[in-house]
């Protein structure tokens, strides 16, 4: 890649639309655009101050193309830091071929995915973590991760990164010096302020790590598979919980055979329900190959809705005499084969997060709504078909995720690669805390700061190579 190229590509989504937006940038942006905008006062667009915009035709030879308007962004004052010039054109496919097709005959070169924002980087308008973000803001599909990328984008999680790192370089200097003067015995680093600085270092890097668990699962979204026997209303429960009819409902046992997986944002936050088929024993193959992905699904969650029907367990529980209210029956006796379902997933899956819910409670005396919460801790109480606890749920849901970092605007890790850097400098400082622990020699604790200095170089681009951009940017679209 050849960044002294001047390249082109379509910056608004592929298709038709009301307008659409094609960005050149590069030394010869203006010096190629200029003879191609005809301004309708006239105007020499080379000529014209930065951050102004102008109404005029792109002509191709005698041929009109189309009424534009062009943008113009001069010297370093632009998104890349290098001359650049966004058309906005008609919205009309072939226009913006056409246009793409005129820029690049006349000297342009079809940018490739994330050309524009690597420039960014090489010119020092952002730095690497500051440019991921931008990903991760186009990216983002709820309120969570939007503020998230924002925060980063603005320089938030550099900020914090690039002052760790400047004080430990600090320190680094100081103990680099004392190896020049090896033979005076002489300490230029406070042995006492070095540990202080060590320390809090350590915090700071643990509590980054530690938001990474958060900040996962606001990016990607929280898996929550919805499970239970057949026919006690999980499809119902996920129409509910998306206000749709998204998956089918009937009274046959085993309607759901394969998984059904919706989004739903709660709180700002992404959920991906997913509606698992009933388990249950059965002799049919098909249905049975459904139940085998219901527990790979429960797997991959990371939270599990375990769905019963409370009627129909009373029924099953009732005894023959029908003068005995199910009330009064003995606490455990009834819901057995509940009881050992919650078991069993919890046995199997001991780490992840269940609820269990009772559906069509609003079919019950509270007198069975008493025994049942005497019988099943922590119960959740819902009728799905009636959209009652449906809410409640919901915030349920919610408190898994720790929100409060983010509603106190923390810097939360949501970069797998930020996350295995910190995880490395980490390492390398507790290492230095043990050298100060242990007396150990400068020049060796000398190795391990340059080491953890390394890392975090890292997340911010000052240490980097072409192969770690190419995977970056590789993920960016054409035109960003």
Known sequence: ???????????????????????????DAITICTPLFKSKRGKDLSKQRTHTIHLGHIIDGQRVLDEVLVSLFKGTNSYTGEPTVEISCHGSPYIQQE????????????????????????????????AEAVADLIASDNEASHQIAMQQMRGGFSN?????????????????????????????????????LVARITKVLKRLIDSFATGNVIKNGIPVAIVGEPNVGKSTLLNALLNEERAIVSDIAGTTRDTIEDELTIGGIGFRFIDTAGIRETKD??????????????GQAQVVIYLFDSLSAFRASLPDEPSLPSASLPEGENFSSITIEIEKIKNQFPLKPL???????D????????????????????????????????????????????????????????????LKALEEIEKVQYGLDTNLSGDLMAIDIRQALYHF??????????????????????GK
């Open 363 to 422: 079919q019950l005396s509270e007198s069975e709504i008493a025994n049942l919460q005497s019988t099943i801790s922590n119960l959740h109480l819902l009728s799905a078909k009636q959209n009652m606890g449906v809410d409640a749920l919901k915030a349920k849901l919610l408190d898994f995720v720790n929100t409060g970092a983010l509603r106190n605007d923390e810097t939360i890790v949501t970069n797998s690669r930020h996350y295995d850097a910190l």
């Open 355 to 361: 609820v269990v819910v009772a559906n069509k409670v």
């Open 1 to 27: 890649m050849n960044t002294q190229d001047t390249i082109v590509a379509l910056a608004s989504p592929a298709g038709a639309g009301a307008i659409a937006v094609i960005r050149v940038s590069g030394p």
């Open 160 to 196: 914090e990164i690039a002052q760790l790192r400047q004080e430990l370089l600090n320190f680094a200097s100081l103990i680099e010096l004392e190896l020049d003067f090896s033979e005076e015995d002489v300490e230029f680093a406070d042995r006492t302020q070095f540990k202080e």
């Open 99 to 130: 246009i793409i097709q005129l820029l690049l005959r006349e000297g342009c070169r079809a940018a490739q995915a994330g050309e524009f924002t690597l420039r960014s980087f090489i010119n020092g308008k952002m730095d690497l973590s500051q």
């Open 285 to 298: 193959v098909i249905e049975g190959l459904g139940i085998q992905k219901t527990f790979e699904k429960i």
């Open 457 to 478: 170089g890292e997340i911010t681009g000052q240490v980097t190579n072409d192969e770690l951009l190419g995977n970056i940017f590789a993920n960016f679209c054409i």
